[in-house]
């Protein structure tokens, strides 16, 4: 299958390891992979901000993008939800366009549950809410974990309730978004995890920012990173490699990389 | 006052938060198991959700079959443009008698009706009402301990939304209702009158909410504070923020909508909210408060628009807009920004951002944007 992957604006810059593992994931399936370098963002910041013509100009540059392809996945469950549910909202034209979240594609597309992945670590999901109330992805992300080997899965309390991100909340009403955040990592930590994942970069780099803040030593990760994982690869090794690979570009000039 | 600035002291107050939090999870079990007791709950907040947009779409007919059928039993009907006309009529009705017991509901609390028990000497009553029937001009009630058999002046006052136009319509709402409000199949008394009352119906900007035809959603509430119950942030926050109005997710749609979105509170009550959804879920009349929410954002964002001084974050959105516009702003954007990003950071995370985003640090890390981003790997993978 050729598959049309859109990472994401957010995800591009701060979690360039998500499109990578997704892309991975799906190659490894056995399907051609095409990134249009000229996909920038869907317009969900703009839209759930109220900058309505921004927004639906950005949509329409997405629609511009990804018309010839008949399949498109994304890492991020907003941004699928924005595409699905807020376009049509903006302009009817640009209903009915094939944009699928990573996990739902994998499940109700390709029809696999084991994705042949391999993740070594104690492991919690955090359902998000565009993903839980909008996609209505029920349990497909923790169907695909079951199956991921070494992968022990610890169920979150209270999982359902959202993690205070909201986009512009977390700043606009930073306190209560603490507050909120707060309580999620509380229930993060009693499960006893050493890692917290979900099927959105955005509110993962909610819940991750304050895990750090806090010095918790839980990380926050993608979905996708877990279902991209092998056996046989040693826990951070690539991680490791990429943070040599990246000093060693400390030293070149900006032109080259 | 902004609602995040109100929400502050709220948020200290470790006491009703605990409760909150309590009587929240209670409250989701109860109504939980409420609506699974029903085996046809979808279909009936449907049916719930039709004839609320069905009486909103008519209301003009419906008000004036209501009026007709309230003056053919021997009631009168006042109507009030704005809380202060609502006031000034139902102190005309009293006549001076100090002894006036309150029945409230959320249109009393609008009008700021302050809360008196009827007494055995009261001679005169106001009633919030629940819902008004038209057909037959029927005053409804579902509030436990309360008879509308008062003798003396009955005064009901009602927003001009809480209409039903017949009873068939009725037995659906007052099955959502209880079930949606308190968890139960019914309530522990609903009381009827017919005829015999005096009823003030009050506008005070329902009008201006109906003509949108976006926001009239809003006006299919029936009162049930489920959405409430499920929401994070009116868990946290509790009612004091959302101001004089309602409490709540619909109180975050409605009083932006009913008093207009240029003062400081009403345009920041549309912001109250993650959009988690939450409430639409259980809302029992189906109203889409997340985009209702987003709707009054785009009004609120327009209404600053043409502003002579430009706002910090207009400034921020429209750069923003126009470097994701195409492809080679884009690539800039991204390698400078994330150039600036790197220097903030230390051992990969960034502590503290500049600006607008500086809320964001204040309680969270940002990752540090890695060297490579994703379309440069793409580019030399290829």
């Known amino acids: 299958m050729r598959i049309a992957v859109f990472v994401t604006c957010w995800g591009d810059a701060l979690f360039p390891e998500t499109g990578k593992a997704m892309v991975r994931l799906l190659e490894r399936l056995g399907h051609e992979v095409i990134f249009e370098p000229s996909q920038t963002c869907c317009g969900q910041m703009h839209w759930t901000t109220g900058y309505r013509p921004e927004a639906i100009r950005l949509a329409r540059g997405f629609a511009e993008v990804f018309d010839d392809h008949e399949l498109v996945v994304t890492p991020s469950a907003s941004c699928a939800a924005t595409v699905r549910t807020a376009y049509p909202r903006m302009d009817p034209a640009l209903a009915g366009l094939p944009v699928y979240e990573l996990t739902e594609f994998l499940v109700d597309v390709l029809g696999v549950v084991d994705v042949g992945a391999s993740y070594p670590h104690r492991v919690t999901y955090h359902p998000t809410c565009q993903s839980l109330r909008t996609l209505g992805l029920a349990d497909r992300p923790l169907r695909l974990l079951r199956e991921v080997r070494n992968l022990e899965l610890a169920e979150l309390p209270m999982a359902e309730e959202c993690c205070g991100f909201g986009g512009a909340f977390s700043m606009k009403n930073a306190d209560t978004s603490v507050a909120m955040v707060a309580d999620k990592i509380a229930r993060i930590r009693e499960t006893g995890a050493d890692a917290v994942c979900a099927t959105d970069d955005s509110c993962l780099a909610h819940i991750g920012g304050a895990l750090s803040r806090l010095r918790s030593g839980v990380r926050a990760v993608h979905i996708a990173e877990i279902l991209a994982s092998e056996a046989g690869e040693a826990p951070g090794a690539e991680q490791a490699g990429e943070r040599l690979a990246e000093r060693a570009m400390r030293t070149r000039p900006p032109e080259a990389r | 006052m902004k609602f995040s600035d109100a929400a502050r002291p709220q948020l200290s107050d470790h006491r009703s938060r605990r409760r909150r939090r309590q009587a929240g999870a209670e409250a989701r079990a109860r109504r939980a198991e409420a609506a699974a007791g029903l085996p046809d709950w979808e279909r009936l907040r449907e049916a719930g959700a039709a004839i609320r947009e069905r009486t909103l779409r008519d209301l003009g007919t419906h008000l004036e079959e209501l009026e007709v059928s309230v003056i053919e039993e021997d009631g009168r009907v006042h109507w009030a443009r704005d809380a202060a006309e609502a006031k000034r009529i139902i102190t005309s009705l009293v006549g001076g008698e100090t002894d006036v017991g309150l029945v409230r509901s959320d249109v009393t609390d609008e009008i700021g009706l302050k809360s008196r028990e009827t007494g055995p000497y009261t001679k005169a009553a106001v009633v919030g ?90 006006l299919r509430c029936i009162h049930c504070s489920a959405c409430s119950d499920v929401c994070p942030i009116y868990e946290r926050t509790g009612p004091r923020p959302y101001g004089p109005g309602r409490a709540g997710p619909i109180g975050a749609v409605l009083t932006p909508q ?72 884009y690539e800039h954007t991204l390698m400078s920004r994330a150039r600036w990003a790197r220097l903030l950071a230390r051992d990969g995370r960034i502590r503290r951002l500049p600006g607008l985003f500086g809320k964001w640090t204040d309680a969270r890390d940002l990752p540090a944007p890695p060297r490579q981003s994703f379309r440069a790997w793409w580019r030399r993978r290829r």
């Open chain 2, 129 to 218: 009402a629940g819902f008004l029937v038209a057909e037959t001009g029927t005053l409804v009630v579902a509030d436990p301990g309360e008879s509308l058999t008062f003798p003396g002046t009955l005064i009901a006052v009602a927003g001009i939304e809480d209409t039903v136009p017949a009873w068939s319509d009725l037995e659906v709402l007052l099955q959502l209702l209880p079930r949606s409000a308190v968890g139960r199949r019914m309530h522990p008394a609903v009381s009827f009158r017919t005829g015999g009352f005096d009823l003030v119906l009050l506008d005070n900007g329902r009008t201006r909410v109906l003509a949108d035809e976006t926001g009239r959603s809003a």
């Open chain 2, 258 to 329: 009913l008093r207009g979105v240029e003062a400081p509170l009403e345009a920041s009550l549309p912001f109250a909210s993650t959009l988690c959804g939450a409430c639409a879920d259980v809302c029992p009349v189906k109203i889409d408060i997340p985009g209702l929410l987003v709707h009054l954002r785009g009004e609120v964002v327009e209404s600053r628009r043409n502003r002579p001084v430009p706002a910090p974050e207009l400034l921020l959105m429209r750069g923003l807009a126009w470097s994701m516009g195409d492809r080679r702003r």
